[in-house]
């Protein structure tokens, strides 16, 4: 079994922790990381990990990194039989306390479940963390016709992989690669909007959801309330 979602939680943290004294060694010798842009992303478990270190659970906080932006892919908020919950429930939250812009994309197949539960239940989906985010730009985009999973690769190297991304979660019967192109466009083109002031291609996408390679049933954009 994966760690329960508090213990993740902290270990993200310390990933998080290394950066600033251990990344820089690893990069070819003519790349420097500017850690003044930072974001935060994660898809299912991940997104909750990312969530709630925005929202401060980390017991080991990470240090001199200010994260400018927060992606969560699918996210789910915990389910009992995956040890993703966290003490205390992140919904227990009527809203968020961070100001950094987000940009949710869920999935409009995750709360059909396939065994015993869905794998993102409609009381702990993507619409709920969306409606938590009130302090700050926030963006919401649906994948109509996709599954939790079809983020995925088409086929993982592994048998538990091919077994956690094939047969536990409800799936789309399209082709995957445009769902990962839409995921990672959305995501490139909203970093880009608030980390290069580049915001014409996220701007686009909101206004015109046809562009985007699969089928936006739902797309909002809500600005911060003013001060």
Request: glycine share 8%; net charge negative; hydrophobic share 40%.
């Amino acid at each position: 079994m994966p760690p329960k979602g508090n213990k993740e939680v902290d270990a993200a943290a310390e990933e998080i922790n290394w950066l600033p004294k251990g990344l820089q060694s690893h990069l070819p010798e003519n790349v420097v990381a500017d850690l003044n842009y930072s974001a935060l992303m994660g898809h299912s478990r991940g997104g909750l990990t990312a969530f709630a270190l925005a929202q401060g659970y980390a017991t080991n906080p990470p240090l001199g990194l200010k994260f400018s932006a927060l992606v969560g892919v699918d996210p789910v908020a915990g389910i009992p039989y995956f040890h993703s919950e966290l003490d205390p429930p992140i919904l227990d939250y009527e809203s968020f306390n961070f100001s950094i812009p987000v940009t949710v994309i869920g999935t409009g197949l995750g709360g059909l479940a396939k065994c015993v539960v869905p794998c993102a239940p409609e009381k702990e989906n993507h619409q709920q963390f969306f409606n938590r985010c009130t302090s700050s730009d926030r963006a919401h985009f649906d994948a109509t016709y996709y599954g939790h999973m079809d983020v995925l690769d088409d086929c993982p190297p592994d048998l538990k992989s091919l077994a956690i991304s094939k047969c536990m979660c409800t799936n789309g019967t399209l082709p995957r690669q445009p769902m990962r192109q839409c995921v990672s466009g959305i995501a490139v083109a909203f970093l880009k909007a608030y980390f290069d002031s580049e915001g014409d291609d996220f701007k686009t996408i909101l206004a015109d959801p046809s562009v985007a390679p699969i089928t936006l049933g739902q797309v909002e954009f809500i600005p911060a309330p003013s001060s």
